[in-house]
């Protein structure tokens, strides 16, 4: 998830103060000086709809 990721077209998502000071330190601690807390969020969020995908297919269609 620490990987620095392309991002060309930025939108604002809303977290938790708690949830951004946490990642801010992971970010911080392990990621390097060209990652940002915006770019784990981007990480995770991809890796978990792919994960998903075919849930999320199945579910649409009930």
Do not use: C, T
């Amino acid at each position: 998830f620490l990987q620095v990721p392309r991002i060309d077209d930025r939108k604002p998502v809303f977290v938790s103060s708690d949830v951004r000071d946490r990642l801010d330190r992971v970010v911080r601690i392990l990621g390097g000086r060209r990652m940002s807390v915006s770019g784990i969020i981007e990480n995770i969020v991809r890796h978990h709809l792919s994960l998903y995908e075919e849930d999320f297919e199945a579910w649409r269609k009930l």
